[in-house]
């Protein structure tokens, strides 16, 4: 190491000699020697050691000094950019941090004001929990209230920070008011649907119910609920058929059915129907030496039939209340039609249906000599008009169609006062009387 830096010495006071001798006629020049190591300074040296002339050593050490002095200088500037890099950093990462810091406890303020987070399904609950949320915000209110009551008598309490509290929980009860209200209809809505599904489920069931105890009543001896006859032999006041089912408002109707008879004078009455404040709202008779008759709210028409042979004869009448238009037919031949029986009358619904007997009360006091005497099947009655080519199919036995209002099924009929039911295929016994 020293030997080095005595030959750096060398080969800088070689430089300087160099420079003093080219600027000697400027003015006066300093010359360097090299001095060996334990040399004695007081004793002058010889101008015989300084060094004349350099090597090409010697100057390739003087470039490799300098390139190694820029090369500490750049090292030296890279070093203290870094450190400025790294206190910059670390000022950064420190505010970082405590931005971290400030946010993690603002946001754990706004976490605990947060009455708002997820619901429970159950309306129920949701409800409760939020009345629960509702009476802690009061008695906070109710606690800052009382703190600032306490502040105000110690000393002024600022109004803006008052107001702005109470500002905050009016926002946050209307938020849980509204939330509360559309809970609610969310539950309504919940019932309503669960309460018309139950409906729903309960019509249905009960019509398979009645459908079911029909088919067991008509379980009968009858080969079909509708192949029976019900018959009324005598002319009393006592004899009678009844149908369970009663009538709807309607706007016109069709009723048909098999009558045998051979009673005089007149058959008596097939069927009536009564209703409160009008026994005769529907009326089929033959009374006396009179024409058979139909009533329609106690007005009268008079059909052009005759049924009293002794034989099965198959009779339907039509009627609707559009101008009072009426039909009647006879073993599927239409033999009279007219009009202005009762326009524009409904025929008024939840009266009884009486076979056999005309009624001067609903539902009752016969007058024997109105009685109906013979044998009634296939009692049908329709909402509607039918069709003459519907009626001579019933007429022919080529089809059969149940009233849609009123059909002739077993379980549909009672009989009273020693009227009976039997077993009758109508087309086998109508071929046997021809």
Not at 349 to 373: H, K
Request: with cysteine.
């Amino acid at each position: 190491m020293r030997a080095l830096f005595v030959a750096l010495l060398l080969l800088y006071a070689s430089g300087s000699g160099k420079v003093a001798g080219a600027s000697a006629a400027k003015g006066n020049r300093f010359v360097c020697t090299a001095v060996p190591a334990g040399t004695d300074l007081s004793c002058p040296v010889e101008a015989t050691n300084r060094v004349q002339s350099t090597s090409p050593q010697e100057e390739e050490l003087r470039n490799t000094i300098i390139q190694l002095r820029e090369t500490i200088l750049q090292q030296k500037e890279t070093i203290v950019s870094q450190q400025g890099t790294i206190k910059e950093l670390n000022s950064k990462l420190a505010r970082c941090e405590a931005d971290a810091k400030s946010r993690g406890s603002a946001r754990r303020k706004d976490y605990s004001k947060n009455t708002m987070g997820d619901l429970p399904r159950d309306p129920t609950e949701t409800v409760e929990q939020l009345g629960k949320t509702m009476q802690s915000l009061k008695d906070r209110l109710e606690n800052l209230e009382q703190q600032l009551r306490t502040n105000t008598s110690g000393g002024m309490f600022p109004n803006e920070l008052r107001d702005l509290l109470k500002r905050r929980l009016t926002d946050l009860e209307s938020q849980l008011l509204t939330r509360v209200a559309e809970l609610e209809e969310e539950k309504s809505q919940l019932y309503n649907e669960t309460t018309a599904h139950r409906q729903r489920t309960e019509n249905t069931l009960s019509s398979l119910l009645e459908r079911i105890t029909e088919l067991e009543k008509s379980n009968s001896a009858f080969k079909s609920p509708e192949d029976f006859k019900v018959s009324l032999p005598l002319r009393t006041n006592y004899l009678y058929g009844r149908i369970k089912k009663s009538l709807p408002e309607m706007y016109a109707f069709t009723v048909c059915m098999w009558l045998k008879s051979s009673a005089s004078p007149g058959i008596g009455t097939p069927f009536s129907y009564g209703v409160p404040g009008q026994a005769n709202e529907i009326v089929l008779i033959e009374w006396g030496n009179s024409p058979m008759e139909l009533l329609v709210n106690d007005k009268v028409a008079q059909l052009p039939l005759s049924v009293s042979d002794g034989r099965w004869h198959h009779i339907c009448i039509t009627w609707t209340t559009r101008d009072g238009f009426w039909e009647a037919y006879q073993d599927g031949e239409r033999l009279g039609t007219g009009e202005n029986l009762a326009p524009w009358h409904p025929i008024k619904p939840g009266g009884v249906i009486i076979l056999g007997q005309e009624q001067d009360i609903v539902g009752g006091r016969f007058d024997a000599t109105q009685a109906f005497v013979g044998e009634l099947s296939h009692f049908n009655m329709w909402d509607r008009v039918l069709r003459p080519i519907d009626i001579s199919a019933m007429a022919n036995c080529s089809a059969y169609m149940p009233g849609n209002v009123v059909p002739w099924v077993d379980a549909n009929v009672e009989v009273f006062g020693g009227a009976t039911k039997a077993a009758l295929e109508i087309c086998e016994d109508r071929l046997f009387d021809s």
